[in-house]
Antibody, heavy 122, light 105 residues
């Protein structure tokens, strides 16, 4: 049974950084591409980033490109999202998700974490 | 980036109804379209990928169709547990983009 557990959320001031983590178990983490998706309060889902199974490729949404960095540690079965220069509009629940495919992924998310809440406020 | 437009944004239905949700892409995406269900306070759940393939464990009352720029999600007979918000997600190219969502109430 695959399990994805996000952590690292909280309240952070605008302009400050925050690092989210996603700990996975129950499947061969190093075989799958992984994603981050977020949902602002009362809003829809927004895809943020993907990283290839071996970390060799990554892609980002325009809204976070240059500010957020996705990374992974296959030896620790963890996925991270480093978020810099945070803004009020980054306030959201952040989800990690497993891609159904290998390589840089096929963009099909078949397993999700429960989410971690980030609030950007002074 | 590819823009995804869902309609309607909400709909009212009853148990047993046939429900259809539409998603349109701003450019052709072949059949690279997925559907996700989300209940309040919960993580999304994948239903369909590649326009018409069911993800593992998804009931057969859910079906998808379409290609190019127009896609539909159909729930053949709405069940109580199906009241939720549904999102389409194009997976033809990065960045992936979601539709705005359809709330079934």
């Amino acid at each position: 049974q695959e399990q994805l557990v996000e952590s690292g959320g909280g309240v952070v001031q605008p302009g400050r950084p925050l690092r989210l983590s996603c700990a996975v178990s129950g499947f061969s983490f190093s075989s799958y591409a992984m994603h981050w998706v977020r949902q602002a309060p009362g809003k829809g889902l927004e895809w943020l980033a993907v990283i290839a199974y071996d970390g060799s490729e990554d892609y980002y949404a325009d809204s976070v490109k240059g500010r957020f960095t996705i990374s992974r540690d296959n030896s620790k079965n963890t996925l991270d999202l480093q978020m810099n220069s945070l803004r009020a509009e980054d306030t959201a629940v952040y989800y990690c998700g497993r891609d159904q495919g290998v390589g840089s992924g096929v963009g099909v998310l078949d397993s999700w974490g429960q989410g971690t809440r980030v609030t950007v406020s002074s | 980036d590819i823009q995804m437009t869902q309609s309607p944004s909400s709909l009212s239905a009853s148990v047993g109804d046939r429900v259809t949700i539409t998603c349109r892409a701003s450019q052709g995406i072949r059949n690279a379209l997925g559907w996700y269900q989300q209940k309040p306070g919960k993580a999304p759940k994948g239903l369909i990928y590649a326009a018409s393939s069911l993800q593992s464990g998804v009931p057969s009352r859910f079906s998808g169709s379409g290609s190019g720029t127009e896609f539909t999600l159909t729930i053949s007979s709405l069940q109580p547990e199906d009241f939720a918000t549904y999102y389409c997600l194009q997976h033809d190219d990065y960045p992936l983009t979601f539709g705005g969502g359809t709330k079934v109430e």
